[in-house]
């Protein structure tokens, strides 16, 4: 039987880097193609460099409001005044493939995955400041002085989660941060309830002899 992969929800104010920091997690440290990002259903319009199917699934808000009346997101949730969700059928497959599965997503989307996956793991990423925050944030110059402003606004709020994560990652130094991502899903595949299977693949002597 395969081993069922395991969610990893990663959550952070917009600036906070945590899509480069993913990206570049996939880019250089997948090479065995265990790991997929889960690409999000939203009705926002694509940035500059984003592409449809693989950025994101671009689509209008009647489309979107049908497939939540299916029941096809794992979930979804209503941020800067559009929709983000992620299919369910997808990460399904994923799942039992044993491929681990990235969710970029915010808190409201990680309080519905932990509700129906306690045992995802949860990754929190947050800048090492409010200057620096509204420094990225203007440094992208793709927003008005207004967006970023609300977009600062609603930072603060997020960041008031944090708890609510298994780790936080102060993206300080990229990095760094970059190999605490890292290791904090490689050690997740270590721990004893996801490899008794594969012991007692490699060690058949072991049956009868577990002890409780």
């Known amino acids: ?41 939203t009705t ?21 409001k049908s497939l939540i009346s299916r029941g096809a997101f794992y979930e979804y949730a209503k ?3 559009h ?11 994923w799942l039992s493939e044993g491929k681990d599965v990235l969710f970029d997503i915010d808190w409201q989307g990680a309080r519905q995955i932990r509700k129906q996956t306690p045992a995802a793991r949860s990754i929190f990423i947050v800048p090492p400041s409010i200057d620096e925050l509204r420094r990225r944030l203007e440094n992208r110059g793709q927003d008005s002085k207004e967006v970023i402003d609300s977009r600062m606004e609603k930072a603060i709020s997020e960041l008031s989660h944090f708890s609510e994560y298994d780790h ?3 993206n ?14 490689l050690s997740s595949r270590s ?3 996801l490899q008794t299977e594969r012991l007692h693949e490699l060690f058949p002597q072991l049956s009868g002899h577990d002890h409780v």
């Open 1 to 41: 039987m395969k081993k069922q992969g395991t969610l990893f929800i990663v959550s952070a104010p917009s600036g906070a880097g945590k899509s480069s920091l993913i990206n570049a997690l996939l880019n250089r440290f997948n090479h065995d193609d265990s790991l997929r990002l889960s690409i999000s259903h």
């Open 44 to 64: 926002r319009l694509p940035r500059p460099g984003e592409e449809n199917h693989v950025s994101y699934h671009f689509v209008s808000e009647e489309e979107f």
């Open 79 to 81: 941020v800067f005044d």
């Open 83 to 93: 929709y983000y969700g992620t299919s369910r059928e997808i990460v399904e497959q």
């Open 168 to 170: 936080v990652i102060i």
């Open 172 to 185: 300080d130094d990229f990095d760094e941060s970059l190999l605490t991502l890292r290791s904090i899903i």
């Open 191 to 193: 721990e004893t309830t």
